[in-house]
């Protein structure tokens, strides 16, 4: 079963806007992570935010975390058309091993 | 460093017959996790193998099995295919011993079954 519901399920925009994409989740978490997926290849991690933090950045990526709400969001800045992929939120309890469960993703396409 | 390697890619069978994939993590992590994506289910957890133990298995039939390698290779294996199974079939491995951390996928195996 999944975990989290992502929002939007797809969404597009033009080259240079911003992207948010939304995650929420049930249960209790010890870390949240969002990965990418090209195409039905493989994920690739991106940015992994820990249950006591609220807002991490990396490049153009920000994320937070409200684990009151449980949810959190994913802000893609300046999109570029390679940005284009499907996007998951992956979540884990912290006691169960390496255990992650997704969100049923959020599909992006930045048109150029 | 090499990344994790996932053999074969792509595979074709038939209702009622078994398959067995690879996956190669990257040199040096011991935690292996096999995850099964279908546009109808999503992305969910199969199994968790670390150090030749498996650590934690998901809500799948028996027909679904895997194990470890001392090398830190691992198979899964599904038996009397259903078409259902059809799947892409992910493997990621892992440095940490601790829970949680970032997972680093193989490509997958592509699983058609007919």
């Known amino acids: 079963s999944q975990q989290g519901e992502e929002d939007p399920q797809a969404l597009s925009i033009q080259e240079g806007e911003n992207a948010t994409m939304n995650c929420s989740y049930k249960?209790?978490?010890?870390?949240l992570q969002w990965y990418r997926q090209n195409s039905g290849r493989g994920l690739v991690h991106l940015i992994l935010?820990?249950?006591?933090?609220r807002e991490k950045h990396s490049g153009r990526l920000r994320v937070t975390l409200d684990t009151s709400k449980k949810s959190s969001s994913l802000l893609i800045t300046a999109s570029r058309a390679a940005d284009t992929a499907s996007y998951f939120c992956?979540?884990?309890?912290?006691?169960?091993?390496?255990?992650?469960?997704f969100g049923g993703g959020t599909r992006l396409m930045v048109k150029p | 460093k090499a990344g994790v390697t996932q053999t074969p890619r792509y595979l074709i069978k038939t209702r009622g017959q078994q398959v067995t994939l690879s996956c190669s993590p990257i040199?040096?992590?011991?935690?292996v996790s096999w995850y099964q994506q279908t546009p109808g289910q999503g992305l969910q957890f199969l199994f968790e193998?670390?150090?030749?133990?498996?650590?934690n298995k998901g809500n799948f039939p028996g027909r679904f099995s895997g194990r470890q390698f001392s090398n830190s290779r691992s198979e899964m294996n599904v038996s009397t295919l259903e078409l259902g199974d059809s799947a892409l079939y992910l493997c990621?491995?892992?440095?940490?011993?601790?829970?949680?951390?970032?997972?680093?996928f193989g490509e997958g195996s592509r699983l058609t079954v007919l």
């Open positions: 249960t209790s978490i010890n870390n």
């Open positions: 935010i820990r249950s006591n933090e």
């Open positions: 193998y670390f150090s030749e133990t498996q650590r």
């Open positions: 040199s040096g992590h011991r935690s």
């Open positions: 992956a979540t884990d309890d912290g006691n169960a091993g390496n255990m992650l469960t």
């Open positions: 990621a491995s892992s440095l940490q011993r601790e829970f949680g951390g970032e997972l680093f």
